[in-house]
C-alpha cells in the first residue's frame, strides 16, 4: 500500500527534471505596413514566455528592426555577441555600438570594427496575417559562428 501510495509523489517530485523547456513561442512585432519605410533600425521590446518545469518565467528582450541590402527585413537581437551587453542604436554616428568593449556594427548588423568576431545576430521571422513574428533565441557569445544554446 505504501509502494502505491508513493508513485504520485515520485512523479510529482520528477516531473520538473524529466520534461523539456518549452520551444519560445514567437512573438509579435507589429504589423508589416509600420517597417515598410525604415531608414535606420527600429527598437521593440518583446515578451518571451519559457515554461522550465514548473516553473513560469516571462521576459522582456529589446530587440533591433531593420532591413539588409536588399531592402528584406531582419530582426536583430540587442545582445552583443562579443560579451552579450546591451548593444543600442546611435543615431548621431549611424551603427550600433557596445558601451563595454567599443565593438561597432552597421545598421544591418554586420560588424564594422571592435573585438566582436562576428556581426549581430538575426532572429528568426515569420508573417502570420500581416504581423511580423519573431522567435527569440541566445547565441553563444565569444565565438565566430552563430551558434544557437537557448
Not at 24 to 40: C, D, R
Not at 43 to 55: A, C, H, K, P
Not at 102 to 122: C, E, I, K, W
Request: charge should be positive; include cysteine; glycine fraction near 8%.
Amino acid at each position: 500500500m505504501g509502494a502505491l501510495l508513493s508513485v504520485p509523489l515520485i512523479r510529482f517530485a520528477l516531473f520538473p527534471l524529466l520534461r523539456r523547456t518549452t520551444e519560445v513561442k514567437e512573438s509579435p512585432m507589429g504589423a508589416l505596413t509600420e517597417f515598410s519605410s525604415l531608414t535606420e533600425p527600429v527598437m521593440r521590446t518583446i515578451q518571451i514566455e519559457l515554461v522550465d518545469g514548473w516553473r513560469k518565467a516571462i521576459s522582456e528582450k529589446a530587440v533591433y528592426v531593420t532591413k539588409d541590402s536588399q531592402g528584406r527585413l531582419r530582426v536583430l537581437t540587442s545582445v552583443c555577441p562579443h560579451l552579450g551587453c546591451t548593444v543600442p542604436w546611435n543615431k548621431e554616428k549611424g551603427e550600433f555600438i557596445c558601451p563595454c568593449h567599443g565593438a561597432t556594427f552597421a545598421a544591418d548588423g554586420t560588424r564594422v570594427s571592435g573585438p566582436s568576431l562576428r556581426g549581430m545576430d538575426t532572429l528568426e521571422t515569420s508573417v502570420q496575417d500581416g504581423q511580423l513574428q519573431v522567435r527569440f533565441q541566445y547565441f553563444r557569445q565569444l565565438v565566430s559562428d552563430k551558434e544557437v544554446i537557448g
